[in-house]
């Protein structure tokens, strides 16, 4: 989608958002598939009411980018643009044992950060890849930890009263890779509290984390992470390798040797491929287990 009239340019200068024309959201996301649209890049959080309320009025539909390592996004020219916050600088600042953390923050740095002022807790978050917008939004975890845990306090861009609000922790509920926030609230900042922990200790954790990570995912290749959620009291990567299916393409969409709920774009997968692998993928798992598998990756249909 291009933004192109001349009214609409200034407004968006006017907000002090910088507009990038023609992205392409093969090169925005992990998976490296997606088509092009008009990206902007918000600077100031005061300026998304303004910013929402000008795209709303000109009918300009749009979507919500962090790190793109959790989506999987339609082949072509695409019938949305994207917003993304731009990072401040900086973007962590701790207080005692309170993290506030700027959503555009990379949340690999911002564990690292904690992590070297004996912050903890967030270890099993180290290799993540993405914002800790997006690790909000989705709730990321891993190795029994999950960042909903350690949340306090959520500024947020809320689509029903059209005001950045902030929300505190008990208000939000944060459930395996699902939380309570509505679609279309956007993620600004956190406030983290986390435990005090020597360095030394947490990055002793942290590499323990890093091999389990190392040995067992495709780290080399591009993926979005799992494909699907594990159902209730069983993985869905057992039961994608049971049934044989590592190695299982379309086009250049493939199971992953090493992971089978990972799926990676060993070339120059579409999204086509990748959608047709995981309906095939998800039939099979249907028939043999008669389980429904849940995505875990978004996916953006045009
Ligand atoms: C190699 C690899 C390993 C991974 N391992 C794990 C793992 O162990 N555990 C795990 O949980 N995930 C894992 N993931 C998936 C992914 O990294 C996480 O889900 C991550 O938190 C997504 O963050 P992101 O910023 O990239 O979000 P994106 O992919 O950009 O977006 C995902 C969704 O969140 C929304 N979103 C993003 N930012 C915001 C915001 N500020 N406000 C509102 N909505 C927002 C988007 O609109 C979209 O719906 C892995 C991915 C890869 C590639």
Known sequence: MRIEDPNVVAALSELGVELRCSASLAKLTSLAIGGTTDLL?????????????????????????????????????????????????????????????????????????????????????????????????????????????????????????????????????????????????????????????????????IRICNEKRRSSQPLGQKSAGCIFKNPPGASAGRMIDDLGLKGLSVGDARVSERHANFFVNAGKASAKDMLALIADVRERVRSAFSVELEHEVVIWNA
């Open 41 to 205: 890049s918000i600077r100031k959080h005061e300026s998304i009411p303004g910013l929402l309320s000008l795209l709303d009025s000109r009918g300009v539909p749009h979507r919500f980018l962090g790190g793109g390592s959790n989506l999987l996004v339609d082949d072509g020219e695409l019938p949305w643009v994207i917003m993304q916050l731009a990072s401040p600088d900086p973007d962590v600042v701790l207080e005692g044992n309170f993290a506030q953390v700027d959503a555009a923050a990379d949340l690999g740095r911002t564990v690292t950060y904690c992590a070297k002022h004996d912050l903890g807790g967030m270890e099993g978050l180290i290799g993540v890849p993405g914002t800790v917008g997006g690790a909000l939004r989705m709730n990321a975890g891993a190795y029994g930890m999950q960042i909903g845990s350690y949340v306090r306090e959520v500024t947020l861009y809320r689509a029903a009263t059209r005001q950045i609000e902030i929300l505190r922790g008990e208000q939000i509920s944060f459930e395996y890779r699902h939380t309570s926030f509505a679609p279309d609230d956007m993620m600004l900042a956190v406030k983290l509290e986390l435990p005090s922990k020597p360095y030394k200790e947490i990055l002793q954790g």
